[in-house]
T-cell receptor, first 112, second 115 residues
Framework: DAKTTQPPSMDCAEGRAANLPCNHS???????VYWYRQIHSQGPQYIIH???NNETNEMASLIITEDRKSSTLILPHATLRDTAVYYC?????????????FGGGTRLMVKP | NAGVMQNPRHLVRRRGQEARLRCSPV?????VYWYRQLPEEGLKFMVY????????ESGMPKERFSAEFPKEGPSILRIQQVVRGDSAAYFC?????????????FGDGTRLSIL
């Protein structure tokens, strides 16, 4: 699976949009971009995933560039409860894609 | 709907003892995954099981560690003769299948401390 690069930390003001970037320049055609987050002392929580089209659900939006080499997770109105480590993961649609490879993630701090 | 349930949440063992970690997947999920998270690190894949079968154990240490997912009952991660380096959070995830549109859902982990 392709490697991902994320900034180690970010701050966001409560109520504002949080935009979390991820680089995955070696992504291949059948690999999807997944986002998970881990709130302190909890297990990772699935947020969203996509291949090449932008995706939106009740939690967030995922914007993937046309060349698919990078993506941005958007939390439209961040709250204090969104403080967590956010992981961007690339996963293939084959047997090797059964495991998720977690990098260092981005530690998002939402401040009042 | 109940999510992935792991127990115990906290487990303390002395060096040389055995640790048994249990994971009940989401109802209807037949695929289980175990991950380990050392302090201040990301999660690392250990093993993937599908009812009664180990599919991928490429991340599992070769000695002292074993996993099972019996036809009935929870999945068990077993660590024999624990050492200090086994201290970590162990997370279990489950999914209904392995397709890209069937994401893994995680439990809140078992925190293992070795005295």
């Amino acid at each position: 699976d392709a490697k991902t690069t994320q900034p180690p930390s970010m701050d966001c003001a409560e109520g504002r949009a949080a935009n979390l970037p991820c680089n995955h320049s070696t992504i291949s055609g059948n690999e999807y971009v997944y986002w998970y987050r881990q709130i302190h002392s909890q297990g990772p929580q699935y947020i969203i995933h996509g291949l090449k089209n932008n995706e939106t659900n009740e939690m967030a939006s995922l914007i993937i560039t046309e060349d698919r080499k990078s993506s941005t997770l958007i939390l439209p109105h961040a709250t204090l409860r969104d403080t967590a480590v956010y992981y961007c993961i690339v996963r293939g649609d084959n047997n090797a894609g059964n495991m998720l490879t977690f990098g260092g993630g981005t530690r998002l701090m939402v401040k009042p | 709907n109940a999510g992935v349930m792991q127990n115990p949440r906290h487990l303390v063992r002395r060096r040389g003892q055995e640790a048994r970690l249990r994971c009940s997947p989401v109802k209807g999920h037949s695929h289980v995954y175990w991950y380990r998270q050392l302090p201040e690190e990301g999660l690392k894949f250990m093993v993937y099981l599908q009812k009664e079968n180990i599919i991928d154990e490429s991340g599992m240490p070769k000695e002292r560690f074993s996993a099972e997912f019996p036809k009935e009952g929870p999945s068990i991660l077993r660590i024999q003769q624990v050492v200090r380096g086994d201290s970590a959070a162990y997370f279990c995830a489950s999914s209904p299948g392995t397709g890209v549109h069937q994401p893994q859902h995680f439990g809140d982990g078992t925190r293992l401390s070795i005295l």
